[in-house]
């Protein structure tokens, strides 16, 4: 007798699972440029997944539209972002500074999901040659819109004590392996050039 086998996830378990997807990739970026469109992917995934958590509140339907013909579609990424800006969608317990997002947080956010993530996403015929020392510091600023949205938000106590600690663990650690790689220290490097 052979017994079913099944996987679990929900809205929080699936984006920490794209977290940890996204640390497997950041370990790798230094040998293997083409990764860092896996880290965008994944941690795009993670933004998205936390996101929607923190903002749906104990109502899973607040992050659904009805379309025209009544098909149920799941809010997109900019509004679930908005919506966690925004202390009407929020719940009382959420210490709202958190979630106002930093101009520099803002244009990060901005090309990871435009720039980057639409583009490989929905790849069309071309050659796109990608400068990459912009990566390193755009990453950092996303993963701490991470830990807001993980840390303080609903997200933190919905998630099992374990899960968090998973959760602040990869965000601790994924920023140390970026800030240790050379590609970090390049960037530092001409930051201060420009100066």
Not at 1 to 12: G, L
Request: charged share 30%; with cysteine.
């Amino acid at each position: 007798m052979i017994n079913a086998k099944w996987m679990r996830y929900d809205e929080r378990t699936n984006a920490l699972d794209y977290l940890e997807k996204c640390y497997h990739f950041i370990k790798t970026v230094d040998k293997e440029r083409q990764n860092w469109k896996w880290v965008i992917i994944t941690l795009h995934s993670a933004i998205y997944g936390f996101a929607i958590s923190a903002c749906r509140g104990t109502n899973s339907d607040s992050v659904i539209q009805r379309t025209i013909k009544g098909h149920e579609k799941l809010i997109d990424f900019d509004e679930a972002l908005k919506r966690c800006q925004d202390p009407n969608w929020m719940r009382v317990n959420i210490d709202y500074k958190y979630y106002k997002l930093s101009n520099q947080q803002k244009e990060s956010i901005r090309k990871l999901h435009k720039v980057f993530r639409n583009n490989f996403e929905h790849f069309t015929p071309k050659s796109w040659s990608i400068e990459i020392h912009d990566m390193p510091m755009m990453i950092l600023d996303c993963f701490d819109v991470v830990k807001n949205l993980v840390v303080y938000s609903d997200v933190g106590w919905r998630l099992k004590i374990s899960k968090l600690r998973k959760a602040k663990s990869i965000l601790y650690n994924s920023k140390k392996v970026i800030k240790k790689s050379l590609l970090y220290k390049e960037t530092l490097e001409l930051i201060r050039k420009t100066k």
